[in-house]
């Protein structure tokens, strides 16, 4: 067997079941996951019957390189969404995949170059933990960069080893992040790809949060549009990765994009074809009606913004925590370890929450996530404001 499986890592969720395992929680509360980051929202009715419409098209083999109808909708999509100066072409630079997990992973298989010195996956630290065994089975080192309070949970790219950046092939960066619900500014973003045209990596920018913003007016920037504002037509070595799981909460329908420089993504469709990935015919067809629909994209916002506020009104002045600009985790800072804290509420009022050092390794003395844990606020309305007063009464108790 292939030796780097055994450096992955055990998975969060399997550390979760561990802490938990020896615990019996209270039987008079009702269980509530805030662990788990699955969308719970009503996926859109008209996809779902758009799919059942177009079951009799699993009679054909998918190509892997998709619909053109799929790519030109996914393609105006991201064009729109985020005002290309120099609009993608739904030919060359845009490729749909079965979800961001599989793509992100993959990535890394067609990209890194394991035959050079040192090769290096760089990505922020909490992280989502694909990223860290996509480079371990690439034959690349994951590199973490700490994403803290002190640095607004965004690394402060300009301050980074240049050997780190000689070495580095590829680097993750997730925006809105998971968990930490930070936003990479355009400035951000147009400082990573100055380094990458100076180092010559490559850019994989995770946008899967990207359209659930608090702000109207204020949607997440991403790479694509930085490098357009840059006025860089080819969006030569930036990659972005999008998903219909989140913004249309269809995680079941595995359907998400990658976008940018053609010359990788030619390279990354070779890979592709032989991985064997390509997006079931009726799953494509869905996902078209999905892109063109920006109504429930609205709504999904509308309900988290509400969701939100309501248990912020609750927590802010019993929790050191914020609202985030994106994305649908909350991230507070503890007076205790995020484990205690979790295996603690577990305990005393059958809430799971995840321990934010399942997330993030320890980097230069520090682990980033260990007073943290992570909580998202999937579940309905009510379920979340419930579990938002217990968190209260079990917070004024530490
Ligand atoms: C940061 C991040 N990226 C990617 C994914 C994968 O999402 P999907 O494969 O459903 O597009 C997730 C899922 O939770 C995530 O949190």
Redesign the pocket.
Known sequence: MNHDLDLLHPYPFEKLAALKASITPPNDLAHIALSI??PKHEPPAFVLRTLSENLNRLANYPATKGLPELREAIAHWANHRFQLCTPLDAETQVLP????????FAFAQAVVDRSQHNPLVVSPNP??Q?YEGAALLAGAKPHFLNCTASNGFIPDFDAIDAQVWRDCQLLYI?TP??PTGAVISTEQFQTLIKLADQYDFVIAS?E??SELYRDEKNPPPGLLQAASDMGRNDYARCVV??????RSNL?GL???FVAGDATILQKFLTYRTYHGCAMPVPSQIASVAAWNDEDHVLANRDAYRTKFDAVLNILDDCLDVTMPEAGFYLWPKLPISGEMFAQRLFAEENITVLPGAYLSRECDGVNPGEHYVRMALVATEDECVEAAHRIRRFVSRL
């Open positions: 980051g699955e995949v079965n979800g961001t997990r599989e793509a992100l992280f989502y694909i997730c992040g998971n995770d899967c949060y990765f999008h998903s219909l799981s989140k995680p595995r359907s998400g």
